[in-house]
């Protein structure tokens, strides 16, 4: 139905992306992809997916997690650019935003939410 993509930040792109910034030097985990399959979207899986991806990280030790969603306010995202997810997404979650990004997708811009786990 569904999956997403978790891992150290320091072993991703996101370690040397200009666009995304660093907001201090604790080894965060990157969540940057959320998938659901058409046909189960609208169901709550994305949701179940940042809380298992969350589980999976506090498990291994990460001391926080963070997106990389778009800030729509509200306006309807393209399904084939939804894959970060939404600052109201996240937010559910428990995330909170920790920083503004240079990204822009879909016209929206991206901003760098965080959850600390410790």
Same mark, same amino acid.
């Given at each position: 139905? !569904?999956?997403?993509?978790?891992?150290?930040?320091?072993?991703?792109?996101?370690?040397?992306?200009?666009?995304?910034?660093?907001?201090?030097?604790?080894?965060?985990?990157?969540?940057?992809?959320?998938?659901?399959?058409?046909? %189960?979207?609208?169901?709550?899986?994305?949701?179940?997916?940042?809380?298992?991806?969350?589980? %999976?990280?506090?498990?291994?030790?990460?001391?926080?997690?963070?997106?990389?969603?778009?800030?729509?306010?509200?306006?309807?995202?393209?399904?084939?650019?939804?894959? #970060?997810?939404?600052?109201?997404?996240?937010?559910?979650?428990?995330? #909170?935003?920790?920083?503004?990004?240079?990204?822009?997708?879909? !016209?929206?811009?991206?901003?760098?939410?965080?959850?600390?786990?410790?």
């Amino acid at each position: 139905m !569904g999956w997403a993509a978790l891992h150290p930040r320091r072993e991703t792109s996101f370690a040397r992306n200009r666009l995304i910034p660093h907001i201090d030097d604790i080894d965060v985990w990157s969540l940057w992809c959320l998938r659901v399959r058409p046909g %189960y979207r609208g169901q709550g899986i994305a949701h179940a997916l940042i809380d298992g991806a969350v589980a %999976y990280a506090r498990k291994r030790g990460a001391p926080a997690v963070e997106a990389y969603p778009v800030d729509n306010k509200g306006e309807k995202v393209d399904l084939t650019m939804a894959y #970060v997810g939404t600052r109201k997404l996240f937010e559910a979650a428990g995330f #909170v935003k920790a920083a503004d990004t240079g990204s822009v997708l879909d !016209g929206f811009p991206r901003v760098l939410m965080r959850l600390d786990l410790c």
